[in-house]
């Protein structure tokens, strides 16, 4: 064994084992904080979409959206730009379905 290859397991068990304090030190989550235990971001789509709008204009500069996909792919994006200051106004159980529901209609657009 090489003293690389030491030294690189020897920061994966000391990552995992950081990663297994932090999660065994977080506090109790009660069950009627969150649907799951665990408590969503009321801004969770809203990075969803930012994240998303990055990965559509990396596509585009790196060719694997053409020009023709413009026009659909701008129409979605200010169809899901809408639904997300809608979800921000007024974050109800429906408003996050819809905006999952077009999050996805938007990502998939981009992963053709």
Same mark, same amino acid.
């Given at each position: ?19 297994? &304090? ?9 069950? =009627? !904080?969150?649907?799951?235990g665990v408590p969503l971001s009321p801004n969770a789509h809203l990075y969803s979409y930012f994240?998303?709008?990055? &990965? ?5 500069? &790196?060719?694997?959206?053409?020009q023709k996909d413009m026009p659909t792919l701008i129409q979605m994006d200010e169809q899901t730009?809408?639904? &997300?200051?809608?979800?921000? =106004? ?5 408003? =996050?379905?819809?905006? !999952? ?12």
């Open positions: 064994m090489s003293c690389f290859s030491f030294v690189k397991e020897a920061g994966r068990c000391l990552t995992i084992g950081g990663v297994l &304090m932090a999660v065994l030190s977080v506090r109790e989550v009660k069950a =009627d !904080d969150a649907a799951f994240i998303i709008n990055g &990965m559509a204009r990396g596509a585009f500069l &790196m060719g694997r959206l053409h730009r809408k639904v &997300m200051i809608h979800n921000l =106004d007024s974050q109800t159980i429906r408003s =996050d379905f819809k905006a !999952d529901q077009i999050l996805t209609r938007y990502l998939s657009l981009i992963q053709k």
